[in-house]
């Protein structure tokens, strides 16, 4: 966000906001009171425990890039005996889907035909991950959250409920600021696995498990999902692995992926070449490469576990 602009400051309090006017007082005082009682180093807080307006003012505030939470969640398919728990930080408006896209990878053997199914048989209507929210949920300001608390500390607190909200200046309508068009951006924010376990869904009760106890964690895995299958066929094309889902695979980056394919001997995709695809023999080659040569622990326990599942994967 940067510190928030004086140019802002002159906005109106009663300029339409989510929930609209009669809202907007309230949530403007749920946003202060996090932005000024959340901490700068993770602390546990009771999400049950808020209000209506707090749980909206901490949607906003995460979405905004200014608090990160760090979520523990369950999530399973109907029906399938399988399950995943894991552990997730995220800020921004796509965070959540951006830490649950790295889950998918690890449980495609275990949910591949079940997901299959599901978009192809008489399921294909219905819900398709059942997940919720475990305790404790942890939260605690950005370097932008600590931005915003000292704009209200300096009496902008317009600029802040303004940028949060999306209202006037930072409503996202192009402007002309400085001679340029400017607009308020998506703030996208960064989204990270920090642990994942596959469990037996046959061990957790079947009354904990509601797809809205933890709506937003349901709606980001199925758009991750949707993702992982519509650009990369979720690894299972017989035609290869595209350069994407090799990124899932091994959590790097295209310059670091190419460079190990070139020493593990395998034909890299040239400049500006789309849907490139890795053999399974290739993408063992360059695992096995990565795995001698890597030092980031996890990067190695990354690819230890893509290549014990690759059997799987391509069959």
């Given amino acids: 966000m940067h510190s928030l602009s004086d140019d802002a400051d002159d906005s109106a309090q009663d300029r339409d906001g989510p929930g609209g006017n009669q809202d907007v007082p309230l949530l403007q005082d749920s946003v202060r009171d996090l932005l000024k009682s959340v901490p700068e180093t993770w602390a546990e807080y009771d999400a049950d425990a808020l209000t209506a307006s707090q749980s909206k003012a901490l949607f906003l505030l995460v979405a905004a890039g200014m608090i990160e939470r760090r979520v523990r969640f369950r999530t399973r398919i109907l029906n399938h005996p399988v399950a995943v728990e894991g552990m997730l930080t995220a800020t921004g408006e796509y965070g959540v889907v951006e830490a649950l896209r790295d889950v998918l990878p690890i449980m495609w053997s275990d949910w591949r035909d079940a997901l299959h199914e599901w978009r192809t048989g008489e399921t294909r209507r219905g819900p398709t991950f059942f997940t919720e929210r475990l305790k404790p949920d942890e939260w605690r300001l950005t370097d932008q959250g600590v931005l915003a608390r000292r704009d209200l500390e300096e009496g902008h607190a317009s600029s802040v409920f303004d940028f949060v909200l999306r209202r006037g200046f930072f409503d996202g309508r192009p402007r002309i600021v400085d001679g340029r068009i400017a607009a308020r951006e998506p703030v996208r924010g960064q989204g990270q696995l920090v642990s994942v376990r596959k469990v037996h869904a046959d061990s957790v009760s079947q009354n904990t498990v509601n797809v809205g106890n933890w709506q937003e964690g349901a709606e980001a895995f199925a758009a991750a999902f949707r993702t992982h299958v519509e650009t990369d066929g979720g690894a299972r094309q017989a035609s290869g692995f595209t350069v994407a889902s090799l990124r899932q695979m091994t959590g790097l980056e295209n310059t670091a992926l190419n460079k190990y394919a070139k020493k593990a001997g395998v034909k890299t995709p040239g400049r500006g070449q789309k849907n490139h695809k890795y ?18 622990k996890k990067v190695l326990t990354k690819c230890r576990e893509a290549l014990r599942d690759l059997t799987k994967i391509t069959e």
């Fill in 279 to 296: 053999s399974s023999a290739d993408v063992r080659a360059i695992l096995e490469v990565i795995l001698e040569n890597a030092t980031e």
